[in-house]
């Protein structure tokens, strides 16, 4: 039996250039370095969005609702690719017409001890193929017409992930709420 590779975390400067790398189990802590990251917002073909519930054993904000996937692209992986990666690993999902929604956004967030500080471009497409969710990243899913998304997020305030919250008021901001 071979052991399977250790996920490699992309580290950036303040300017988003890589400056290294770090193994995952390694870069989620109480001083996280900066470091590339990706979220996507994924529609069906009638333009609900696809939400997840973080696995209560993920390492950074178990168990809170967020958008349908985030990860980390690996060394020169390109975003596009690492969400199809994701999309697959984590919901057994096809992925389609990714495109940037929120190319420049950046965040720092703290959960339980655990820094997320992230240069974390957002993107928006569709999903195709019904989830089948891998229970070590995803305790469930829903289908939300983006109204109800909203509606949810600002009535349950914490249990959705703090770069969802904030993501999806500039994505609709910006008006790319619409699959």
């Known amino acids: 039996m071979t052991a399977s590779p250790i996920e490699l975390i992309v580290l950036v400067d303040e300017e988003g250039h890589s400056i290294g790398t770090m193994p995952k189990p390694e870069v989620h802590h109480g001083e996280t370095p900066l470091h590339r990251a990706f979220s996507a917002y994924l529609f069906d073909d009638e333009g609900r969005l696809l939400v997840t519930r973080r696995a209560e054993g993920k390492q950074t904000f178990p168990g809170m609702w967020t958008n349908t996937v985030c990860g980390h692209p690996g060394p020169g992986e390109d975003d596009a690719d690492a969400i199809a990666r994701r999309a697959a690993f984590e919901l057994g999902l096809g992925v389609e017409g990714i495109r940037p929604a929120l190319p420049g956004y950046r965040y720092r967030a703290e959960f339980l001890g655990v820094v997320e500080n992230e240069v974390c471009p957002v993107y928006v497409g569709r999903f195709m193929g019904t989830p089948a969710p ?39 901001q910006a008006g790319l709420h619409t699959a």
């Open 134 to 172: 891998e229970p070590s990243e995803v305790e469930e899913w829903e289908l939300l017409d983006w109204a109800a998304f909203r509606r949810r997020q600002e009535t349950e305030g914490d249990a959705w992930s703090p770069w969802c919250r904030e993501q999806a008021r500039l994505i609709e």
